[in-house]
């Protein structure tokens, strides 16, 4: 379901244009904006509506005179499509909302201009195959994320090139990413303190050197409650609110302790005939009985859905702004998709027909990959073809319990900590007998340090990879922004692996050619049928062809398009899909579209 959502409750349902009004009734306690400390961040798992949330809370602090700059850190950010703005890597005024600025941490644009500064002073000085070997070390995902954190830690610590802010709003990352750059303030300030050598990730890290004191003072104001306010975002629905407990005791242990819980896109009580708008209240019902003590502890704030994306600064004003209905457009004809055009889920994998090949389901986050990863999973399993399921999500939430359900599924995850830890054990003991005691000491510290996360889940998953040569792999892949930087890390090492084969793995070495062979990978790009999921989904279609990848098709989830609803809300959001599920028709070599469905999480 879209999220950009607003405070509302019907009106008038007898209205052909229904208004969407405020409740009277103060049913919420406090509100996030009250006294807000210089900093704000908005976090939570993929797809639960941060990025409309950090920008109406933005243009709220504007509108109140408060100059703003809201700053999006997200790989896969559509700060701009929200905003209906220009947005770049440097602040830029928001039209219609005086006072508010905006900029986008563009991780691939900082990751080369952060690269030219370590590069740059050896053009000229070094040989021309020096300075190719120091571009090689700076060309992998560690560098972007590297490149990315520098520019957001500068935003937290630079007081004479942001003090005329008087807030500062962060539209952050999907929750793995989010945590992983949050803990880089620290992860690096130790590790810059124990590395007193030229260990191997030190080329990625050169930058860095000389900014000890600016990681320092950033993660004093990220865990300084008068500076910092950290906002977790959640669905109603049992994962999201899990990963929001998660997140928040993760940013706990991290000393992050000024957090607000906020519950979005909350579908309010209905009386007529709608056995949809029953079933998705009875899931948030549901769902909200398992808010853990921890959370039920911390301020709250209910905001309900919306019938519409919600585009631009009037629009996005009304979320935040008491006594501002948002009005529901009577609803246009729009042409019925045909029936020839589009596939069920269990069409689309019938003409799948194999028993090798790895399929990934890949999109934005909270579009619903890893339930449509499992339902192709078992269904193959049915089938009779032996499934391997897996994730490289670090939020994901497969079902384990799956595989003690079907002889021919296993269920497994990628995790991260698991795969570092085999993969410094794998470094350290092959180096055994080959270095000497202080080599290996250097050798060891390099190993403790962030970019050796990055590198063992990238063998994990080309080991993944690997295993469907004999069967079916089916991967539930990171969110958008996280599935580019592991394709850009493809990138990298298959580069790598090109002028050094002797000491890479073969699964390594295969990763990318097989990623691009579509007879050996089929990717299945997952998408909702609205605006903003849609066009991310275009974004990483354009993405995976620059990385010579097409992706096999195209499944549209949780539609409203075939099923009968009364809800008001729920009839304006069916009647806006047709727009989207057309467009998606006209540029997708196959097309799945899936029902909204009870389960569906």
Request: proline fraction near 5%.
């Amino acid at each position: 379901m879209e999220i950009n959502e607003t405070i509302v409750k019907h009106a008038d349902q007898r209205q052909t244009s229904a208004i969407i009004a405020l409740p009277s009734e103060n049913t919420i306690p406090g509100d996030f904006l009250v006294e807000p400390p210089r900093f704000l961040f908005f976090t939570g798992k993929g797809g639960v509506g941060k990025t409309s949330l950090s920008c109406a809370a933005a243009v709220a602090l504007a509108d109140k005179g408060k100059k703003t700059l809201l700053v999006s850190t997200d790989p896969a950010s559509n700060l701009g499509q929200v905003l209906g703005a220009e947005i770049a890597s440097h602040p830029l005024p928001i039209d219609g909302a005086n006072g508010l600025w905006a900029l986008n941490i563009d991780p691939r644009q900082s990751a080369a201009e952060y690269r030219e500064r370590v590069v740059g002073p050896y053009r000229g000085v070094l040989p021309d195959a020096a300075v190719k070997e120091i571009e090689e070390q700076l060309s992998g995902a560690c560098t972007v994320e590297i490149a990315a954190f520098d520019e957001f830690s500068r935003l937290m610590t630079d007081k004479d090139a942001f003090s005329e802010f008087e807030h500062i709003v962060f539209d952050t990352a999907p929750t793995g990413h989010t945590l992983r750059l949050l803990n880089l303030s620290s992860a690096w300030k130790g590790y810059l303190e124990s590395n007193s050598g030229s260990a191997s990730c030190l080329g990625p890290m050169s930058g860095l050197k000389g900014q000890r004191q600016q990681f320092e003072d950033t993660l004093k104001n990220l865990t300084n409650d008068e500076t910092t306010r950290l906002i977790l975002v959640a669905r109603p629905d049992k994962h999201s609110i899990a990963e929001a407990a998660r997140t928040s005791r993760e940013l706990a242990n991290l000393g992050v302790n000024n957090q607000w819980f906020v519950i979005n896109g909350m579908l309010d009580s209905f009386n007529g005939d709608d056995q949809v708008a029953h079933a998705m209240r009875s899931r948030e019902t549901s769902a909200l009985d398992t808010i853990p003590k921890d959370l039920l502890a911390l301020p709250r704030t209910d905001v309900w859905l919306s019938p519409a994306s919600l585009i631009g600064v009037s629009a996005l004003r009304s979320i935040l702004q008491p006594g501002k209905p948002v009005q529901i457009e009577p609803a246009q004809k729009s042409p019925e998709v045909p029936l020839s055009g589009s596939l069920s889920l269990t069409d689309l994998l019938h003409d799948l027909d194999r028993t090798s090949g790895i399929i990934m389901t890949m999109g934005k986050g909270g579009v619903g990959k890893t339930t449509l990863a499992s339902k192709i999973a078992v269904e193959l399993a049915d089938r009779g073809a032996k499934v391997h399921l897996t994730t490289s999500d670090p939020a994901a939430h497969l079902d384990l319990s799956l595989a003690t359900k079907h002889k021919n599924l296993r269920v497994s995850r990628i995790d991260p900590l698991v795969e570092t830890d085999h993969y410094r054990e794998e470094t350290l003991r092959q180096a055994q007998g080959q270095l000497d005691d202080e080599s290996m000491r250097l050798l060891e510290e390099d190993l403790h340090s962030p970019c050796t996360e990055e590198i063992a889940v990238f063998r994990a998953f080309a080991k993944v990879v690997d295993e469907a040569k004999d069967s079916i792999v089916v991967v539930d892949t990171a969110p958008t922004g996280h599935t580019i930087l592991l394709l850009d890390a493809t990138e990298a090492y298959h580069r790598e692996v090109s002028r050094n084969r002797s000491s890479v793995p073969d699964e390594v070495k295969l990763l990318l050619p097989r990623l691009r062979d579509p007879n050996y990978t089929r990717i299945m790009i997952v998408t909702l049928p609205e605006a903003t999921p849609v066009q991310e989904a275009l974004d990483l279609q354009k993405d995976l062809e620059r990385a010579g990848i097409s992706p096999y098709a195209w499944i549209v989830n949780q539609s409203l398009s075939s099923l009968t609803v009364n809800h008001p809300i729920l009839k304006a959001k069916r009647a806006s899909e047709f727009k989207h599920i057309n467009h998606v028709q006209e540029i997708a070599t196959k097309m799945a579209i899936v029902p909204w469905q009870e389960a569906n999480e």
